[in-house]
């Protein structure tokens, strides 16, 4: 039997997840949205496209939780984006109630599945996930740190004109501008990132990477990224059905880690079949250390507006 990976949300970022998906051929996919029609019919001409590309999955739409029944991975994508101007911040809380519910009905009908959360603020939307679905935390894990890193990837293979392959960079933290690009962990086929560029280019990177969402943003001007962080959707549950134990990015629930406690936050890890097998803790200098304070108390702030 295939594996089933249901999306809730089928605007840009749960549709172009789709895509990535069926490329990939691991799982049938539900698309489920409250708009009438709209999953049907992107679900369609996914399966369409399907024989072009010589892929054998089945895409199906609904408006319906029921269809996500049994699924082995629920991805939720539902809710606002931003708009210029506004910060992930401000989409809070008409996304946690659509979170809530979204995890509350597909709780219902897959009950062994792992959560993937990209709904912003991703990390106060993945807090939520877990305590709504009571899982243990294992299951749930928010995808930004795959994108965040991708983002700063993608920005030093253009500066030096080197394969994206060869270009290793982490990002831990929220997914906010306060996220941490760790330069010091980064680097080139080996070679650290700081003997690879100058230091006022390393800078500049950083900081385009921090506010690399909201470039994309200001350039859409009607909605958020979406090809990007589907693939790092993709890539996540590429490891988790494949039980790769893969270290990735992501923001996993925190007991003790890197000092921090009953938090979402991004850190490097393991995954495979069970969700989030491990986190993995780099020994990070004192300024690493109190950059990756400076942003929890961000995402704890947040998470204290839920009222949970
Ligand atoms: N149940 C199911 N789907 C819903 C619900 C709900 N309760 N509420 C809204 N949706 C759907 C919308 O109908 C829409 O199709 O969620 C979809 C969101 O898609 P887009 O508006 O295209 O937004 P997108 O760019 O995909 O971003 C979605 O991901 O990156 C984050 O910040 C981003 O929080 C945002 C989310």
Redesign the pocket.
Known sequence: MRNKVSI?????????TAHWLADKEIADLVL????EG?PQGKALDLQEALPVVGKDVRITGSNEFEATAGSDIIVI??????KPGMS?DD?LSA?A??VR??TQETIRYSPNAIFIV???P?DV?AYLTLKVAGVPSNRVVGQAGVLDSARMRAFVSLELGISVENIHCYVLGGHGDEMVPLTRASNVAGIPLDEMLPAERLEAIVERTRKG?GEIVSLLKT????YA?AAAIAQMVDAILKDRHMILPAAAYLNGEYGLKDIFFGVPTQLGRDGVEKIHEYSLNNEEMAALQKSAAGVAENIAKLKL
Not at 32 to 35: L, W
């Open positions: 809730i949300g089928a605007g840009m970022t749960g549709s172009t489920v949205d409250i708009v709209m994508t539902a809710g606002l984006a931003r992930r989409l996304n109630d659509i519910n979204a990209l709904t912003n991703l939307m969402g909605g958020s990224a979406y962080p």
